[in-house]
């Protein structure tokens, strides 16, 4: 059975910084090509980042580029996704996803 569980969310100042992390199980976590998504209240499903390759390539949303950084670590199943300089506008719930599996989510909030 797939499951994802993120973790890390929060609230934040804008500026701040953030670490959300994705626990995987029940597949085969290293050679998959893993997603974060996000969702603004009352707004659809928005792509952020992408990493494939074993974890050594990275593809990143234009409006997260240069400020979040997508990583992974294979020997403990878990994906990451360091976020840098918040804004208001990254506002949202954030998920891992792998095919059409997600985890509950994790909220970021920034605001101050």
């Known amino acids: 059975e797939v499951q994802l569980v993120e973790s890390g969310g929060g609230l934040v100042q804008p500026g701040g910084s953030l670490r959300l992390s994705c626990a995987a199980s029940?597949?085969?976590?290293?050679?998959?090509?893993m997603n974060w998504v996000r969702q603004a209240p009352g707004k659809g499903v928005e792509w952020v980042s992408v990493?494939?390759?074993?974890?050594?390539?990275?593809k990143y949303a234009d409006f997260v580029r240069g400020r979040f950084t997508m990583s992974k670590d294979n020997a403990k199943n878990t994906l990451y996704l360091q976020m840098n300089n918040l804004q208001p506008e990254d506002t949202a719930t954030y998920y891992c996803?792998?095919?059409?599996?997600r985890g509950q989510g994790t909220q970021v909030t920034v605001s101050g």
């Open positions: 996803q792998y095919e059409n599996y």
């Open positions: 029940g597949f085969r976590f290293s050679a998959s090509i």
């Open positions: 990493i494939y390759n074993r974890g050594a390539s990275t």
